[in-house]
């Protein structure tokens, strides 16, 4: 057996159970099994053996955040089998989930997993993506992707991207998702709201850790400790031992969200204009649908990167403005004209961290790898990474000696994809925002060509591909 430098081990004789610090678990007296504990290779004789503590599984689990990364993974510790997790806590700043904040996300290789395999019902709340159709302002196609052809074509996709015979590509309202995720996870795990919740830092002690509040209290100490605070995640600080903020990316958007839809079922349009990229899709039930625009633009300017999607109630005529400027048609234009919310966000980024875990803590989502939105992958690869770390994490002693190497796997499987999704979408976002009109023209020519090359669809097949493996 390996031992990390973070891990302790301790040479014991016939030991089958141990103490931990009781300082270490304020307000817990009870004596734990010290589960897991395997003989190390270097066993010499029957009654001296060396443990490695960190091997156990984690029994307590903190996680900061109740974004779709972080009820993603406490739902992923407690469905998985052989987690070992007995006790979860999450720490939101939020004080419930907000409707009036943020709008729809895009689901594809995340649906595999929610559905398939956690059970997450999601049809009753999201409307499927069948088909994309990008235009011009004119109206005239630029290409289209049906959906359904697409993951039929594909053995890989009809294995990898269908549940129950259909496909996994759907849009559906954030508090929706947050709500299905929510009415899944066990009466086993505490969520702890409100703005004195916000976690502000990290403290480790041996194998543990526990999270320092904005009220000036701390957490109890956790076995492991994830970190899915999002954009400006104070658990990442921790995690590369720095505080380095994200870096705008002189991309904007403005989102409106209106009642009701006049979109084709199934349809997903962009429009390719001067000067804005507009998204026109649709998401929710049958008796609470939305359609929403998300617009983009280059802006030089930086603007307060609104990392919660609040509403924005000034922002109305400057985006009537950029729509009327980029020639969008009316259906696009109606939908800003009838939308009840509006929302202003800066594309912000960071680079992937050298390490996405120090000692007892580690990132999932945003705070590891936020991302542009032009691949529509933000919460699919959130999920992704909840399962990964779930799934090596229920093989420690299997596969791996302990929790520091099942996290370093974790990240391993994880980085690869995620790096080339953030490079893809971050040139998907140069390509298809465009000023001026000899531009605009040559992108929609490039993006004529693109199509007819299948490439769009390649693109999306392989974006969306769950890689937790
Ligand atoms: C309110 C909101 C609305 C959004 N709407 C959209 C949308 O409409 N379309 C889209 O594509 N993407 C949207 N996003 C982004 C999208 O959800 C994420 O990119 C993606 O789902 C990855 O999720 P995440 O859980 O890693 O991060 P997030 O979704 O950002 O979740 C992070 C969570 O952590 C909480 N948090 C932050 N800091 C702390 C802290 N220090 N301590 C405790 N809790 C903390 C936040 O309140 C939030 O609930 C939205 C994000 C937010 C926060």
């Keep these: 057996m390996k031992s990390k430098p973070n891990d302790i081990c301790v040479t014991v004789t016939s030991l089958a159970y141990a103490a931990r610090p ?39 689990v903190g996680i900061a955040g109740a974004g779709i ?38 689901l594809n290789g995340a649906t595999a997993i929610l559905e398939g395999i956690y059970g997450v019902s999601l049809r009753d709340v999201a409307i499927p993506m069948n088909y994309v159709t990008a235009r011009e302002p004119s109206g005239s196609t630029i290409f289209q992707v049906d959906v359904d052809r697409m993951v039929r074509q594909s053995a890989m996709a009809k294995k ?65 400790i994830i970190g899915a605070d999002g954009l400006r995640s104070n658990v990442r600080s921790y995690v590369i031992n720095k505080e380095k903020q994200p870096v705008y990316s002189g991309i904007r958007v403005q989102w409106a969200v209106a009642p009701g839809s006049d979109l084709p079922f199934g349809m997903v349009e962009q429009w390719f204009g001067d000067g804005a990229y507009v998204l026109r899709y649709a998401a929710g039930s049958e008796n609470k649908k939305y359609e929403m625009l998300a617009c983009s633009f280059r802006e030089a300017k ?34 800003l004209e009838r939308s009840e919310r509006l929302i202003e966000t800066g594309v912000y980024r960071h680079s992937l961290p050298p390490k996405w875990y120090r000692g007892a803590a580690c990132l999932v989502g945003d705070s590891a790898h936020a991302m542009p939105p032009y691949l529509g992958q933000g919460a699919n690869q959130a999920v992704q990474d909840a399962h990964c770390l779930a799934l090596t ?4 002693d299997e596969q791996y000696s302990c ?12 980085r690869v994809p995620v790096q080339a999704i953030l490079q893809a979408s971050r040139l998907a976002a140069f390509l298809e925002i465009q000023d001026g009109a000899v531009r605009s023209r040559m992108r929609n020519c490039f993006f004529r060509l693109l199509g007819a090359a299948g490439i769009p669809q390649r693109t999306l097949l392989q974006a ?6």
């Excluded at 559906?172 to 830092?201: C, F, P, T, W």
């Excluded at 994490?393 to 420690?396: D, R, V």
């Excluded at 929790?403 to 994880?414: F, V």
């Design 302 to 335: 930086k603007v307060a990167e609104n990392p919660g999607y609040e509403q924005n109630t000034t922002l109305r005529d400057d985006f009537s403005l950029r729509l009327e400027r980029s020639n969008m048609p009316q259906v696009v234009r109606g939908v």
């Design 69 to 106: 990364a972080g009820l993603t993974t406490a739902l992923a510790l407690q469905k998985t089998p052989n987690t070992g997790v007995q006790q979860i806590q999450v720490f939101e700043t939020r004080q419930s989930i907000d409707v009036a904040q943020g709008a729809a996300v895009n």
């Design 22 to 60: 009781s300082h270490a678990f304020p307000g817990f007296t009870t004596s734990l099994p010290l589960r897991n504990a395997t003989p190390s290779a270097s066993f010499t004789q029957a009654t001296s053996f060396t443990l490695c503590v960190a091997s156990a599984k984690p029994l307590r």
């Design 160 to 224: 990898e991207l269908c549940v129950n015979g259909e496909h996994c590509f759907m849009t559906v309202m954030r508090d929706d998702l947050q709500n299905a995720l929510l009415n899944e996870l066990g009466a086993g795990v505490k969520i702890h709201r409100g703005e004195s919740n916000r976690v502000v830092g990290v403290h480790q002690q041996g194998n543990q850790a526990r999270f320092a509040l904005k009220d000036g209290s701390t957490s109890q100490y956790f076995d492991l």
């Design 403 to 414: 929790l520091s190497e099942a996290l370093e796997k974790y990240e391993t499987i994880r």
């Design 464 to 469: 969306s591909r769950p890689r937790f493996l």
């Design 393 to 396: 994490i229920s093989q420690i």
